[in-house]
Structure formats: structure tokens, C-alpha cells
T-cell receptor, first 115, second 115 residues
Framework: AQSVTQLGSHVSVSEGALVLLRCNYSSSVPPYLFWYVQYPNQGLQLLLKYTSAATLVKGINGFEAEFKKSETSFHLTKPSAHMSDAAEYFCAVSDLYNQGGKLIFGQGTELSVKP | KAGVTQTPRYLIKTRGQQVTLSCSPISGHRSVSWYQQTPGQGLQFLFEYFSETQRNKGNFPGRFSGRQFSNSRSEMNVSTLELGDSALYLC??????????????FGPGTRLTVT
């Protein structure tokens, strides 16, 4: 069975500092991995996705993530945090071959950005 | 192109009542998935529809049901509402399930409060 673990339910950084949000997955098949962001009272917006092509994936708003099979990780980073990055972030895994569109989400990490 | 729309955005119901939520996918998208988001359980997959057929179902009681129409619009129904059904219900659409690297686009959600 697939699962996702996000380490840290809440992360706080200063504006301009590095953002690192951690995600570890468990999957018996090559996974598809996603990072989504959710702003208050809104749905989820896709930041980036890993599809077994390049292991370093670049997304929107300056975010990127690196797929590390040996560590079963897919951590999200951004070199310099901006106030507008404050939101909740979700890592998700999908087994498209067997489960179609079903996404399995981590518990989420709330990112706070201090001025 | 218009995004995923969900109606209503907010809903207050009483225990024991039933409720129907609606989702209109992005034009051309034929797959619709539903998720429940609560503070305690996080984001959980409810079900997925494609071509008016349920392709996948999450681990929810039979009180939760759904359907998809020929125009790809989808509804979900919850009967005999319980307090624990209070949640944000998110709908996501994609072109079709099972395709390589399929992206799901989320609507803003329907906030259901059961009193």
C-alpha cells in the first residue's frame, strides 16, 4: 500500500530564508509524486510533479523538489521564502497504473513566513 | 478556460439530513474525483468517476455515494448526516484516469457543516 509522511506539521521561516518541507513516501511500484499548495478557503493548486523523468523537478513560484529513491524522499525546497508563500503544503503519491486518479496525501505542513 | 466549479460553496445541515454537492469539471475533462478534508483525518479519497462509471472508491461508509452525468458533471450525496461529516469536500478533474502523468485540477471546495 502506498503512503506519504510529511515531517513537521508546522514550519516557520523568516522572509528570505530557505524553505525545506520534508516528504517521505512508501510505494511498491514506481510512484508519481506531487506537491500541492492550499491557501486559506481555497482548493489545492499543483506546485510540481515527479514523473520518473528528471529527479530534480522545478515547479511554480520558485519551488523545486528532488526525488531520491534510496531515501524514498521527495522534499520541497525554495531558496528564498516570500510572505506570499505562507500556506499549507501537501505531498501526494499516486499509482496511476493501478489506482487511476486516486491521490494519497500526507497530513500537510503549514508554512509560516516571518517578516 | 474556466476551472473546476463546485456548488454550493458553503452548506449547513442538521444531523440526519442528506446533502448533495455538485462539481463541474474543466471543459474536456472526463474524470472527476472527490476528496474529504478534515483537520483530524486530512485529505481522504472518496471516489473517482470516469465516463459515468465509478472506477475507484475510498474507505467510506455507504452513506457516501456519487454519480457522474454524460456531460462529466458529478454529484456526491451524503445521507443520514453525522457530526463527523463536517468537512471541506473537494472535487478534482482530469482528462482521464490512468494516463501517464495525469494532473488533477481542484475546485475551491464545498464547506459542509453538520449541526
Amino acid at each position: 500500500a502506498q503512503s506519504v509522511t510529511q515531517l513537521g506539521s508546522h514550519v516557520s521561516v523568516s522572509e528570505g530564508a530557505l524553505v525545506l518541507l520534508r516528504c517521505n513516501y512508501s510505494s511498491s511500484v514506481p510512484p508519481y509524486l506531487f506537491w500541492y499548495v492550499q491557501y486559506p478557503n481555497q482548493g489545492l493548486q499543483l506546485l510540481l510533479k515527479y514523473t520518473s523523468a528528471a529527479t530534480l523537478v522545478k515547479g511554480i513560484n520558485g519551488f523545486e523538489a528532488e526525488f531520491k529513491k534510496s531515501e524514498t524522499s521527495f522534499h520541497l525546497t525554495k531558496p528564498s521564502a516570500h510572505m506570499s508563500d505562507a500556506a499549507e503544503y501537501f505531498c501526494a503519491v499516486s499509482d496511476l497504473y493501478n489506482q487511476g486518479g486516486k491521490l494519497i496525501f500526507g497530513q500537510g505542513t503549514e508554512l509560516s513566513v516571518k517578516p | 478556460k474556466a476551472g473546476v466549479t463546485q456548488t454550493p460553496r458553503y452548506l449547513i445541515k442538521t444531523r440526519g439530513q442528506q446533502v448533495t454537492l455538485s462539481c463541474s469539471p474543466i471543459s474536456g475533462h472526463r474524470s472527476v474525483s472527490w476528496y474529504q478534508q478534515t483537520p483530524g483525518q486530512g485529505l481522504q479519497f472518496l471516489f473517482e468517476y470516469f465516463s459515468e462509471t465509478q472506477r475507484n472508491k475510498g474507505n467510506f461508509p455507504g452513506r457516501f455515494s456519487g454519480r457522474q452525468f454524460s456531460n462529466s458533471r458529478s454529484e456526491m450525496n451524503v445521507s443520514t448526516l453525522e457530526l463527523g461529516d463536517s468537512a471541506l469536500y473537494l472535487c478534482a478533474s482530469s482528462l482521464a484516469p490512468g494516463l501517464d502523468v495525469e494532473e488533477q485540477y481542484f475546485g475551491p471546495g464545498t464547506r459542509l457543516t453538520v449541526t
